[in-house]
């Protein structure tokens, strides 16, 4: 089973709002990541998390913040996010050694208003 | 700098007729070029993990390659349903691990 999961689907939220995205996997992956994906543009790496901790973080602004409780789930809180922050942002994890095939999960729908 | 480019951005195709799709990169040092799928609105879908020059691995009506500086993607006798972007990308040491450097993508269009 190469299941990635992410809740929920679609999400719209105010430029004053707080809001989480969630991800979970069960197939033991050590590393788990956030992308940014705008329309007609390929994924952008936004975090990765390896066996727990913040590994890489590509210059993203605070008002993104993510979390992984464990090493099955993570989570992205949003805060005064701005209209061009609206995207499909994907969440996907590896194994943890060598070549990582990273599988993807369907992705949240976010718009801001 | 690395680099991932993908030809061409968009095809269209006719049902039946067989093409392929490139994919060439600039990388110090290829640890894995992967191929995804990916569909309006979804998130990506994978399809094959290439290591070595060489190497080739087919699903269904997909056939891929590499070489050391690039990748093809073959669609043999595509269907409608093979309408999708395709997704080429490198995994690239960044700190003290890796990332998938993407291609732009291709847009292909099967009609019936």
């Known amino acids: 089973d190469t299941e990635v999961t992410q809740t929920p689907k679609h999400l719209v939220m105010g430029m004053t709002n707080k809001k989480s995205l969630k991800c979970e996997q069960h197939?033991?992956?050590?590393?788990m990541y956030w992308y940014k994906q705008k329309a007609k543009k390929p994924p952008e790496l936004m975090f990765v998390y390896s066996y727990e901790k913040l590994s890489i973080n590509e210059s993203v602004p605070s008002r993104f913040s993510p979390e992984c409780p464990n090493s099955s789930l993570l989570n992205l809180h949003l805060h005064a996010l701005q209209p061009e922050d609206s995207a499909l942002y994907l969440c996907a994890s590896s194994g943890g050694q060598g070549i990582k095939t990273q599988y993807f999960g369907p992705g949240t729908r976010l718009l801001v208003l | 700098e690395d680099q991932v480019t993908q030809s061409p951005e968009a095809l269209r195709l006719q049902e039946g007729e067989s093409s392929s799709l490139n994919c060439s990169y600039t990388v110090s040092g290829l640890r894995g070029l992967f191929w995804y799928r990916q569909d309006p609105g979804k998130g990506p879908e994978f399809l094959f993990t290439?290591?070595?020059a060489g190497e080739e691995k087919e699903k269904e009506r997909l056939k891929a390659t590499l070489t050391k500086k690039e990748s093809f993607l073959h669609i043999t006798a595509p269907k409608p349903e093979d309408s999708a972007t395709y997704l080429c990308a490198v995994q690239v040491i960044l700190l003290n691990d890796y990332k998938l450097s993407f291609g732009a993508g291709t847009t292909v269009t099967v009609r019936a």
């Open positions: 197939m033991g992956h050590r590393a």
């Open positions: 290439l290591y070595s």
